[in-house]
C-alpha cells in the first residue's frame, strides 16, 4: 500500500475513477485543482490543451506544479501504474526513512545545498539511476530544448522521472515541487 493522494479526474474517466477510489486515493470530478491536489487526469483536450502532453508538470498559479495526464495519450494502464509508481515511491521512503535521490547539475551549488538541507539524496547529473526521482539542469541543449520549467520524462532505466530546468525556475520552486512529489512540508 501506498500513500493516498489526491486526484482531480474529469468525469466521463469512470474507470479510472473507480480504480483509483479502490485504491483508496481521493478522487475528484468537478475540476478543483487545490495545495492537496498531486494530479490532474484530463480527456476531453481542447484547443487550449491540444499542447499537452501525455504526462507533463504543469503550474496551476502560485508556482503550484501539478502532475497532469493527458488520458487520450495514455491507456488507463499506463495511468494507474503512474499513480501506483508516485504512491509506492513515498511508502518505501516512509518505511526505510530513505532520502529521495535528485540529480543536480553541479553548477547548482546553491540548490545542491539547499536539497541537501532538506533532506534529499543529491548526486552529480553525470550519475542518474534508476533510484533517481527527479534530475534538475540549466540551460538548454538538443536533448533538453523542450523543457521550459518541469515535466515528467522518460530517462534511461527510470521511467518518468520529473525533469526540471533551474534556468526558468528558482530555487524554492524546485525545492517545492520536489516537496509535492515526495509528501514532504515545505
Known amino acids: 500500500m501506498g500513500r493516498k493522494l489526491t486526484i482531480s479526474v474529469q468525469g466521463d ?16 470530478t468537478n475540476h478543483e485543482v487545490s495545495k492537496e491536489t498531486s494530479v490532474f487526469i484530463m480527456s476531453n483536450v481542447d484547443e487550449d490543451w491540444e499542447q499537452i502532453k501525455s504526462l507533463e508538470w504543469l503550474d496551476f498559479g502560485n508556482n503550484e506544479f501539478i502532475l497532469t495526464m493527458n488520458a487520450s495519450k ?3 494502464k499506463e495511468i494507474l501504474d503512474v499513480i501506483d509508481g508516485l504512491a509506492s515511491k513515498a511508502d ?20 545542491r545545498t539547499l536539497l541537501e538541507n532538506q533532506g534529499y539524496d543529491v548526486i552529480p547529473s553525470y ?3 534508476h533510484d533517481v ?8 541543449d538538443e536533448i533538453w530544448e523542450t523543457i521550459s520549467t518541469c515535466q515528467m520524462r522518460e530517462y534511461g532505466e527510470s521511467k ?4 526540471m530546468n533551474a534556468s526558468h525556475m528558482s530555487n524554492v520552486e524546485i ?10 512540508k515545505s
Request: glycine share 4%; aromatic share 4%.
Open 133 to 140: 526521482a527527479a534530475i534538475v539542469f540549466i540551460g538548454v
Open 127 to 129: 550519475k542518474v539511476d
Open 175 to 184: 525545492l517545492d515541487t520536489l516537496n509535492r512529489l515526495c509528501s514532504k
Open 74 to 76: 495514455l491507456t488507463e
Open 13 to 28: 474517466l469512470t474507470q479510472i475513477i473507480d480504480a483509483l477510489a479502490a485504491r483508496g486515493h481521493r478522487v475528484i
Open 92 to 111: 518505501k521512503k516512509l518505511e526505510k526513512i530513505a532520502k529521495v535521490k535528485v540529480s543536480v547539475d553541479e553548477s547548482l551549488v546553491e540548490l
Open 160 to 163: 518518468y522521472v520529473l525533469t
